[in-house]
């Protein structure tokens, strides 16, 4: 028998599929665990990007942080957790959490720079409150930028939390972490298949979001924002680690 | 911060007697990246050009390497050991495949960036098409190549302590040892010394850029 005909009968396995190391129980934990990571660090990192963005100030340091949280591995960041706070979900979580904040921060600090400043002129011409202005001009400007942030950083955690099998919880990684220390390849093609269906289908899912929530009148821009912003030199998707 | 374990972070007396295996790591780390970042470039750059040339092409190749980004790294080292084993060519593949949409784009993007006006003063001028992308073309495009190449070592540099997994790894198997044995000090050098290097490496790469290309305040 072929390696993948192996590979296929452990898929028609109906033991692979269920109880806590089942398939399904496993992509459940997976999911959920990146939604929650994601939905944390959204809401942690997109106040402090829209603020920093909107008064103007600390963009500097919002793009070095960045930066450095680029240069430290997941799997350290991961590793360091478990350290701190013991084995288990927990450091899984608040990694998560760490890494997917940053790309969250910067492009919602770079969507809102990027706005013409003369719309939020004309806003506040008009006699629009700060907070209006904020949310009603500069924010569904911002729209695809910030949006590619929190796609960028959800994708990276659907990637990270596999590396959290390392450290003692579940997931999808399980079936590659174990896999390796029992030289059982068959499970480790398996895992790896299953992963990259889900990091698929992740960056498929928040690609329609980012694209629903866009204004319309914004979505012809959407390319050349996309190319001045990587001639800039911010922050790009980055691959999942 | 307290530790679970109740170990100090660093136990130097660990430091001073593994000096030799900590350097090993190191150099590793940097020849792993370092063939990841070469087999990249010379990859990169006729994918890129041909990209750029034809415009039909550019959409399938953009949307190629994209999808390979998107496959976790951890995800593809395994997609890869059945056939390659646990060897530093499975590592490489790897490596290489991550630094192929950065660099690649990051071509495409630069050689866009070049002002028609340029373009359209060499077409005046005579140049033919060699000579306008080698003389002109190349080295206006140069500084958002070179950023491509800088994100791609950075990202590289951290990759590679996910090589550990498979045996490899560099920096990352003092961090996997640490982990394993619950023992603090390797896993928060090897930590350092992975951030150091990326740092270090994007800092280095920007002065050279800043020297090949004088002309340019970017």
Sequence with gaps: ?241 | MLLVSGEPWIRWNWVGSHLGRIWDALLQHIVLTAIAIGVGILIAIPIGLLAWRYRRTRGAVLASTGALYTIPSLALFALLVPFTGLTTLTSEIGLVTYTLLILVRNIIVGLDGVPDEVRDAAVGMGYRPFRRLMALELPLALPVIMAGVRIATVTTIGLVTITALIGQGGLGSLILSGLIAGFPTPLVIGAFLSVLLAVVADVSLNLFQRLITPWSRA
């Design chain 1, 1 to 241: 028998m072929s390696f993948l005909q192996e590979v296929g009968q452990w898929f028609l396995n109906p033991v692979h599929w269920q109880g806590t190391g089942g398939i399904l129980n496993r992509l459940q934990e997976h999911v959920l665990m990146s939604i929650a990571a994601t939905v944390t660090a959204t809401l942690i990192g997109l106040p402090i990007g829209l603020a920093l963005g909107h008064w103007g100030k600390g963009g500097g340091l919002a793009i070095n942080v960045a930066n450095v949280g680029r240069a430290i591995p997941s799997f350290a960041i991961l590793v360091i957790a478990v350290q701190v706070v013991g084995i288990g979900a927990t450091p899984a979580f608040l990694a998560l959490v760490a890494l997917a904040i940053p790309p969250i921060v910067t492009n919602s600090f770079v969507g809102m720079r990027d706005i013409d400043p003369e719309l939020r002129d004309a806003a506040r011409g008009l006699g629009m409150r700060e907070n209006a202005v904020l949310l009603k001009v500069e924010l569904p400007n911002a729209m695809p930028v910030v949006m590619a942030g929190i796609r960028t950083s959800g994708v990276q955690v659907v990637a990270t939390a596999t590396l959290a099998a390392l450290v003692g919880w579940g997931g999808l990684g399980r079936y590659i972490v174990d896999g390796l220390a029992n030289r059982d390849f068959v499970q480790v093609f398996a895992g790896a298949i299953l992963v990259a269906v889900l990091s698929g289908l992740a960056e498929i899912g928040l690609a329609a979001l980012q694209k629903v929530l866009t204004p319309a009148g914004l979505r012809l821009r959407d390319q050349p924002l996309k190319s001045a912003a990587i001639r800039k030199g911010a922050p790009q998707a980055e691959p999942a680690s």
